[in-house]
Protein backbone atom coordinates (compact mmCIF):
# COMPACT_ATOMS: atom_id res chain seq x y z
CA UNK A 1 0.00 0.00 0.00
CA UNK A 2 1.29 3.63 -0.81
CA UNK A 3 0.53 6.98 0.78
CA UNK A 4 -0.05 10.05 -1.63
CA UNK A 5 -1.86 13.42 -0.62
CA UNK A 6 -4.46 15.16 -1.72
CA UNK A 7 -5.58 19.19 -1.27
CA UNK A 8 -9.10 20.02 -2.04
CA UNK A 9 -8.39 24.16 -2.70
CA UNK A 10 -10.26 26.93 -1.82
CA UNK A 11 -12.20 27.09 -4.70
CA UNK A 12 -13.51 23.73 -4.66
CA UNK A 13 -14.72 24.46 -0.69
CA UNK A 14 -16.24 27.63 -1.65
CA UNK A 15 -18.17 25.55 -3.91
CA UNK A 16 -19.39 23.10 -1.56
CA UNK A 17 -17.37 20.30 -3.90
CA UNK A 18 -15.82 18.67 -0.93
CA UNK A 19 -18.48 15.63 -0.58
CA UNK A 20 -18.47 14.71 -4.13
CA UNK A 21 -14.89 14.88 -4.41
CA UNK A 22 -14.04 12.82 -1.28
CA UNK A 23 -17.19 10.19 -3.03
CA UNK A 24 -15.11 10.01 -6.42
CA UNK A 25 -11.68 9.23 -3.98
CA UNK A 26 -14.13 6.58 -1.99
CA UNK A 27 -15.81 5.45 -5.09
CA UNK A 28 -12.01 4.59 -7.09
CA UNK A 29 -10.41 2.51 -3.70
CA UNK A 30 -8.76 5.12 -1.87
CA UNK A 31 -8.58 4.73 1.98
CA UNK A 32 -8.68 8.04 3.11
CA UNK A 33 -6.04 7.55 6.60
CA UNK A 34 -6.53 11.07 7.96
CA UNK A 35 -7.96 14.73 7.06
CA UNK A 36 -7.94 18.04 8.39
CA UNK A 37 -9.72 21.52 7.43
CA UNK A 38 -7.81 24.44 7.81
CA UNK A 39 -6.71 27.75 6.30
CA UNK A 40 -3.52 26.83 5.31
CA UNK A 41 -0.44 29.96 6.56
CA UNK A 42 1.76 31.61 4.45
CA UNK A 43 4.26 30.22 6.14
CA UNK A 44 2.98 26.39 5.23
CA UNK A 45 2.21 27.37 1.99
CA UNK A 46 5.20 28.58 0.98
CA UNK A 47 7.23 25.32 2.37
CA UNK A 48 4.33 23.66 0.24
CA UNK A 49 4.88 24.85 -2.82
CA UNK A 50 8.58 25.43 -2.32
CA UNK A 51 9.77 23.47 -5.33
CA UNK A 52 8.03 26.27 -7.41
CA UNK A 53 9.86 29.02 -5.01
CA UNK A 54 11.41 30.48 -8.40
CA UNK A 55 8.18 30.17 -11.42
CA UNK A 56 6.41 33.55 -11.86
CA UNK A 57 3.49 31.84 -10.84
CA UNK A 58 4.75 31.08 -6.98
CA UNK A 59 2.99 34.71 -4.97
CA UNK A 60 0.05 34.27 -7.21
CA UNK A 61 -0.20 30.63 -6.05
CA UNK A 62 0.79 30.94 -2.49
CA UNK A 63 -1.90 33.66 -2.33
CA UNK A 64 -4.81 32.14 -3.75
CA UNK A 65 -4.35 29.03 -1.60
CA UNK A 66 -4.07 31.20 1.88
CA UNK A 67 -7.21 32.70 0.74
CA UNK A 68 -9.59 30.07 2.24
CA UNK A 69 -10.02 26.71 3.65
CA UNK A 70 -8.37 24.13 2.05
CA UNK A 71 -9.14 20.52 2.89
CA UNK A 72 -5.70 18.15 3.34
CA UNK A 73 -6.53 14.32 2.56
CA UNK A 74 -4.31 12.16 3.17
CA UNK A 75 -4.93 8.82 1.28
CA UNK A 76 -3.92 4.79 1.10
CA UNK A 77 -4.33 2.31 -1.94
CA UNK A 78 -2.12 0.51 -4.31
CA UNK A 79 -0.50 2.77 -6.69
CA UNK A 80 -1.69 5.39 -4.84
CA UNK A 81 0.36 8.37 -6.26
CA UNK A 82 0.08 7.39 -9.83
CA UNK A 83 -3.50 6.07 -9.97
CA UNK A 84 -4.52 9.30 -7.85
CA UNK A 85 -2.77 11.55 -10.93
CA UNK A 86 -4.82 9.81 -13.15
CA UNK A 87 -8.33 10.80 -11.93
CA UNK A 88 -7.29 13.92 -10.96
CA UNK A 89 -6.29 15.24 -14.47
CA UNK A 90 -3.87 17.65 -15.92
CA UNK A 91 -2.98 20.69 -14.32
CA UNK A 92 -5.35 23.01 -16.09
CA UNK A 93 -8.49 22.10 -16.26
CA UNK A 94 -8.62 22.86 -20.07
CA UNK A 95 -6.55 20.13 -21.03
CA UNK A 96 -8.03 17.36 -18.27
CA UNK A 97 -9.27 14.44 -19.83
CA UNK A 98 -13.55 13.85 -19.42
CA UNK A 99 -14.45 12.71 -16.18
CA UNK A 100 -11.32 13.98 -14.45
CA UNK A 101 -11.70 16.19 -11.23
CA UNK A 102 -10.04 19.17 -13.06
CA UNK A 103 -12.22 17.95 -15.93
CA UNK A 104 -15.46 18.33 -14.14
CA UNK A 105 -14.78 21.15 -11.51
CA UNK A 106 -11.79 22.86 -12.42
CA UNK A 107 -12.30 26.82 -13.45
CA UNK A 108 -9.10 27.77 -14.68
CA UNK A 109 -5.14 27.11 -13.96
CA UNK A 110 -4.79 28.75 -10.49
CA UNK A 111 -8.39 27.39 -9.27
CA UNK A 112 -8.06 23.66 -10.56
CA UNK A 113 -9.53 22.56 -7.45
CA UNK A 114 -7.08 20.07 -6.57
CA UNK A 115 -3.89 18.97 -5.63
CA UNK A 116 -2.34 15.70 -6.05
CA UNK A 117 1.37 14.71 -4.88
CA UNK A 118 3.20 13.82 -8.15
CA UNK A 119 6.05 11.36 -6.88
CA UNK A 120 7.08 9.41 -3.86
CA UNK A 121 9.22 12.41 -3.27
CA UNK A 122 7.06 14.72 -3.20
CA UNK A 123 4.63 12.82 -1.46
CA UNK A 124 7.07 12.15 1.59
CA UNK A 125 7.31 15.74 1.44
CA UNK A 126 4.01 17.21 1.42
CA UNK A 127 2.60 14.61 3.75
CA UNK A 128 5.12 15.75 6.50
CA UNK A 129 4.26 19.36 6.56
CA UNK A 130 0.58 18.20 7.41
CA UNK A 131 0.59 14.57 9.36
CA UNK A 132 3.65 14.77 11.13
CA UNK A 133 2.85 11.50 13.25
CA UNK A 134 1.87 9.40 9.86
CA UNK A 135 5.61 9.90 8.30
P1 LIG B 1 -0.88 22.10 -8.25
O1 LIG B 1 -1.00 20.70 -8.72
O2 LIG B 1 -1.45 22.46 -6.93
O3 LIG B 1 0.68 22.48 -8.24
C1 LIG B 1 1.14 23.80 -8.41
C2 LIG B 1 0.06 24.71 -8.90
O4 LIG B 1 0.52 25.89 -9.54
C3 LIG B 1 -0.77 24.02 -9.97
O5 LIG B 1 -1.56 23.05 -9.36
C4 LIG B 1 -1.49 25.16 -10.63
O6 LIG B 1 -2.69 25.51 -9.96
C5 LIG B 1 -0.49 26.29 -10.45
N1 LIG B 1 0.19 26.59 -11.71
C6 LIG B 1 0.97 25.79 -12.43
N2 LIG B 1 1.44 26.43 -13.53
C7 LIG B 1 0.93 27.68 -13.48
C8 LIG B 1 1.04 28.82 -14.32
N3 LIG B 1 1.76 28.79 -15.45
N4 LIG B 1 0.36 29.93 -13.96
C9 LIG B 1 -0.37 29.95 -12.83
N5 LIG B 1 -0.50 28.91 -11.97
C10 LIG B 1 0.14 27.77 -12.30
Redesign the pocket.
Given at each position: MEKTLL?I?PDAVQRNLIGKILSIIENEGFEIIDLEMENISREKAEAF?SV?KD?H?FS??VDYIVSGKTVIVLLQRDDAIKYLRQIVGR?NPINAVNGTIRNMFGQT??R?SV??SDSKKSADYEIQIFFKENT
Open positions: LKYHRFGLTLRNHA
